[in-house]
């Protein structure tokens, strides 16, 4: 069904992201429809600003990987997962934080709309995204599992750990920055991919498996940021290029230099792949989706 | 158990309330131990300090009320009330939001750490709150109402949208501040009392009834909450007195005057106590704790 094949019937990797992020998109129109009421607005002017809906797509991917065929099991999960990362996009660039006037080519929310806008708009996202959980028609025993999963990498011992540590932590080292990716990207894209795989009734085995190879792709996936962030125009990158590597930011390529940031990128989305591989052929669009994240340009 | 009789046999409100009250310190302390990470410093300042956590011990009174006997059922989701609760105070407290720099006589907490510590604060105790929903022992099902009523009462429709309009909005009638009380204080204090009505098995005629006192006692604490605001002296408040009516700051006596206002508070406390009534002799706490609500000096 998901299947998109390209010349000599390899995968088009960009037409099989095309079509999922069709579905992704339709499915967020319907699940925060435009009630005129300004904080919807602010909520959806973010929500629609052009992300590319990599989480929701590992969930639906991996979903399908382990042999789910009910979208509305996976769906809304999959949104979920979308409106929480953008939760975390609009509570970073507030002032108070990363300070950014830019995100997706477009002015951040704080600058399209105020900062107590923005900083509740982020929290609706967060509280309507889990809301949105509850709208799967999985078992509820997976449902209360995502709903851990969701706050397991989320809240003091995930994200806000990570951005706490991105802005106010000392350590300029090797550690610390493995420890922020981690919490701040890492963990999140991990658990995009496992969770799909737990609502379509993947086995303990499986689920561990996929955590690490979900580590792995986002670690490589977050340090192919560093490296576009460093190398790429603002107008590819769609927010203030070189930002990052201001004040003393710690990044692998102001660490490791460009070479070995993107030696390093590879390395990791290697291992995501061979353990992808490892579970067998249902796992090829996630290979083909990992080795895109080191390939883009944007 | 938590029948507390004074002399004559009249419940002692006050002192079943310590009790009930020692009970969840007791449990916070062991859900948000202190691990020394400057987030869960952050968190703790605000968790601790030295809330009446009025709403756990409405949960804990309903869950018992309804013949719920076992503590690890309702004791995680009465603390996650607190956790969500202090999550909303915080952000409220924000510059870009109300802008207050005391709480409960104590800095805010954007004051005493930082904005960003405080946002992010407030972000895990919103997330790890709905975390510790998961943690308690009763069936799924339940606690997945439990989480689909948290982010109904928070998010889009609930607190934040309430916050949305209590800063933006331009209406100053008495249709607008009704909905504002509504949607910032009294759902999430009916969600405390019908929550715990819920996991301990309460039947749906059971249920709606209780939302509808929760509702009343809510507005009644809110209106409460007005007229303290503006009789009460810095020190018995622990917030900067008459800063609601600063402004045009819309509160129940700008609007109706202070009289008015006391009856209206009564009025509505009555309504919720007659419900109560009806449910049966075992809610008598209920209507000694909303009695309790607009009889405080603080």
Not at 72 to 89: G, K, S, Y
Not at 107 to 134: C, P, Q, R, T
Not at 243 to 269: F, H, Q, V
Request: some cysteine.
């Amino acid at each position: 069904m998901s299947k998109v094949s390209g010349e000599g019937g390899k995968m088009d990797i960009v037409a099989l992201l095309g079509e999922k992020r069709q579905v992704i998109e339709a499915a967020l129109l319907r699940y925060l429809p435009d009630d005129e009421h300004i904080l919807t607005q602010a909520m959806r002017y973010s929500l629609f600003a052009g992300g590319k809906r990599l989480r929701p797509i590992l969930a639906l991917l991996s979903y399908e990987a382990v042999g789910g065929g009910d979208i509305d099991i996976v769906l809304p999960v999959a949104c979920a997962l979308e409106l929480v990362h953008t939760f975390t996009l609009i509570h970073d660039d507030l002032p108070a934080m990363d300070d950014d006037d830019f995100r997706r080519g477009k002015l951040s929310n704080h600058k399209k709309f105020s900062e107590g806008m923005a900083i509740l708009a982020g929290d609706a996202l967060m509280i309507d995204g889990l809301g949105l959980v509850i709208r799967s028609k999985a078992n509820p025993v997976l449902l209360n599992k995502t709903i851990a999963g969701f706050t397991r990498v989320l809240g003091l011992s995930g994200v806000s750990k990570g951005q706490v540590d991105d802005l106010y932590g000392r350590d300029k080292n090797a550690k610390f920055l493995r420890h922020i990716h981690l919490r701040k990207t890492a963990l999140y894209i991990a658990f995009s991919i496992w969770v799909g795989a737990l609502l379509a009734g993947g086995n303990d085995d499986t689920l561990v498996h996929l955590f690490k190879a979900g580590v792995c792709a986002g670690m490589g996936f977050q340090i192919r940021d560093d490296v576009l962030d460093l190398i790429s125009s603002k107008e590819e990158l769609g927010k203030t290029p070189g930002k990052d590597n201001n004040d003393d930011k710690l990044t692998y390529p102001a660490l490791y230099g460009l070479e070995r940031s993107k030696k390093m990128a590879n390395s990791y989305i290697n291992r995501a792949k061979r353990i992808f591989k490892g579970l067998g052929a249902s796992w090829l669009p996630l290979i083909e989706l990992t080795n895109y994240l080191v390939e883009r340009v944007k």
